[in-house]
C-alpha cells in the first residue's frame, strides 16, 4: 500500500506508454487529467492485490474507442465518473476498489480521477500486463470472469449498461456505443470481488511501469542508451532503428487500424521493417519475414526512450523499435487463442520472443 | 376497454401494414408471433388510453432495424418480453401498459406477446399514427416526453439499457446497439404515468388499423376496389398504378434504404413513378414531380387491397400506391421540423395531400 503523487504520475505516465505497445491512448492527455484530479483531490492510494478483501467489490476502468480520434477529441475529465457511477447504480452497492483494465497509454491513469474523486483506491495491478484493442482481451476472459454487467459513458452525458452473453458480446456492444458517442468513451466493467480480483488480476504492474518510467531518466542521466535500457528491463530486445517513411491510417471506426513503413539506419541500413497495428502495434516484418507479433510487445521510441503512442507515428521520425516479452499467462494455448495473431486474422504462428 | 383475440389480429396485421407505408417490419411474422402468444396466454385486453389511470406506468414497444433483414432473421418471440423486463428493472416498479410505439407493420403488434405473456393491457394508441424509422419521430417528442431509459434486447440474450441526453440521442445509441445485434431488435422505452400518455399518445389507432383491415375485405366481397375504399377512408387517393420496374436497396446497415422505379399501366400509362425509402416509403415522384411526402402516407397496395411491405417489393409486382394525409400534428411547424421532409435531408417544401 502506498500513495501515488502528482511527481510519480510522470514515471507511471511514460512507462506505461512503453507497455501499451502503441496504444491505450496519449499518456499526455491521461496524465493531464490524473495530475488535475490529483492535485484537486489530493494522491491515490494504490493497494496490491493481497491487501485486498476478499469481500470488496473492484471494478476495471478505461477509454475505448480510436486513438487516433483522441488526439482532437479530449476527454472531459467527468465520462469516467459518470460510467462509475452507473456501473455502480447497476450493482446496487458501492464500489470499493477502482483498477486500471489495461497497463497501457492513458489507460493506466484512467481510474486516477475517478479514484482522486471519490477517494477510493486503486488495485496496482491490471488485466492485460499491457494493452489489448478489445474487451475481452483480459485473463479475466481466461479466469471466467464475465465484464458485465459494464458500463459506457460519454463526455456529453450519455451512458449505457449492458447485460451481455459473453466477453465477446461485451467487445461488440460496447465498441459500437463508443463508436455513436464519438469514437472515444468511457468503460466501466469486469466487477468482481476481491477475492475474484487477486485470482485473476497481474499484480504489480502499475509499480512496473512506474519503475520503467524512471528507468528512462535514469539511463539518460547516466549517458546510457535509454531503448537499450528499456529493452533490457523487459528481457526484449531493439529489433530495429531507423525513420517513418510512411504511414497508413484509417478509422475503421473503433478503432485506429493501419500500417507505419520505416526505413532502417545504423546497423539497419538498407533493410525494411513494417509495423501493423490496430491501436496497439500488432506485428513485425523485417524485410517481410516476422520477427514480433501479439502477444508479445512491439514499442516504438524514440532515442531518447521516449515512447511515441501509435497516433503520434509520423513521416520522418527516427524511432528504435524495442520487442518484449508478453505475461506468461498469453504464452498458454488458451491466451494464444485469445490474444495471439490468429485472434487478429493473421496466419503465421506464434514464435516467443526473447532477448537478443 | 375490449378483447383482441386472434381473430381480429388478421385485421390488425393488414391495417397496420397500410398505415405503416412500408415500413414497421412484415406483419405476417409479427402476427404469426403475436398470435402464438394469444393461443397460449389468451386474448389481450386493449384499453382507450382515457381508460388508463393517472399513475399507470405504460411504456411502449417495437422493432428497432432493417426490416429486410427480418426477411430472413426471425424474431424468437422471446426479445420483447427481455427488453421489458430489463426496463422495468431500470425503473424500479412495475410496467402496467403495454404501447405500440408506432401503429404499423409488425410493430403494432409488438407489445402482443408482452401483454400476452405477462397479463398486461395494450393501449389501444401510438406513439406515430403510422410508422417512421426513428426513435425521435414521435409525438411524445413534441410534448417534451422523453425516450428514457430505454432499453434493447436482441433474441440471443444480450440487453441494453441507455441513459441518454434527448430522443435524438436515444436514436442513435439504440440504432447502433440493434446494428450490433444483428441488425434487428427490440426496443422498450418512453416510460410515462398514464397522465403523460394520455396528454401525447394518438389514440385509437389499433382500433383503426383493425377497421382499415376489415374494409379490405369488406370490398372484396362487394366487388369493389379495395384500393380506393382505403383511399377513400383514409382521405386520400391513388397515386399511380403500375408495375415494378426495378428496386435499388441497400442496408447502411440499421435502415432498408432504397428506391423503387415503377412503370405506368392504365391511366398512369407511360408514366414513370419512383418511391424513395428509408424502411418507410418517404418520398413518392410522377414523372419527377413530387406528388406524396412525409409526414404523409404513400402506401403500396396490391390490386386486391394487400399491402406490400417495402422489403417484399420486387420487380415485376402490379401495384397501387395510396397517398394519405398523416396525423394533423405531423402538419404542425414543429411536426414538420421532425418528421417533415427536410428531416430526412430532402430540398422539397412539404404539400399536404388530399383527396383526389
Redesign the interface.
Known sequence: MREIGVEELRYLARGAAILGAGGGGDPYIGRLVAEQALREHGPVLAVEPHEVPDDALVAGIGMIGAPTVMVEKLPSGTEAVTAFR?LQR?LGRPITHVLPIEVGGMNSLAPFPVAAALGLPVLDADCMGRAFPMVQMVVCTLDGVPAKPLAVADE??????????DNH?AE??A???A???GCTAVLCSFPMSGAQARGTVIPRTLTRAARLGRLVEQARRDHADPCAAVADHLGGRVLFTGKVAGVLRENDPGFARGEALLEGSGAHDGSRFRLAFQNEHLVATLDDVVVASVPDLICVLEADGEPVPGERLRYGQRVVVVGAPCHPRWRTPEGLALVGPSAFGYPHGYEPLGPA
Open positions: 452507473t447497476e456529453k452525458g450519455n451512458s449505457v449498461v449492458l447485460d451481455v452473453l458480446w461488440r456492444l465498441r459500437s456505443a463508436v455513436r458517442m
